[in-house]
């Protein structure tokens, strides 16, 4: 069983920063992606930042330049440093992890989500 658990969230005035941090805990056999996704009021979820094991970050257009997504592979923790903030980044932000466990001798690979963390940016 594998748990992701979201810290971070809150209310900042817009310009302010947050950091948003999501460690995977439970019977990981290897950690493939980890990532942030978010979804606002009547909008679909959509992809903010992710980082593959091993590769580079890619970010959303819209927080390029502003966000910084960073891993601790001993921690099993994924972090979003999240700077310069603007209304529209107002949302409920999801970490999301692809991670392989063990299972009967084998390995299985699943798509985890965590509960979730509400970012809300006053203007």
């Known amino acids: 069983q594998v748990q992701l658990v979201e810290s971070g969230g809150g209310l900042v005035q817009a310009g302010g920063s947050l950091r948003l941090s999501c460690a995977a805990s439970?019977?990981?056999?290897?950690?493939?992606?980890m990532g942030w996704y978010r979804q606002a009021p009547g909008k679909q979820r959509e992809l903010v930042a992710g980082i593959f094991s091993g590769g580079s970050p890619n970010y959303a257009d819209s927080v390029k330049g502003r966000f910084t997504i960073s891993k601790d592979n001993a921690k099993n923790t994924v972090y979003l440093q999240m700077n310069s903030l603007k209304p529209e980044d107002t949302a409920v932000y999801y970490c999301?992890?692809?991670?392989?466990?063990?299972?009967?001798?084998?390995?299985?690979?699943?798509?985890?989500w965590g509960q979730g963390t509400q970012v809300t940016v006053s203007s």
């Open positions: 439970g019977s990981i056999f290897r950690i493939n992606a």
């Open positions: 999301n992890s692809v991670i392989t466990t063990t299972h009967m001798g084998g390995t299985v690979t699943m798509n985890y």
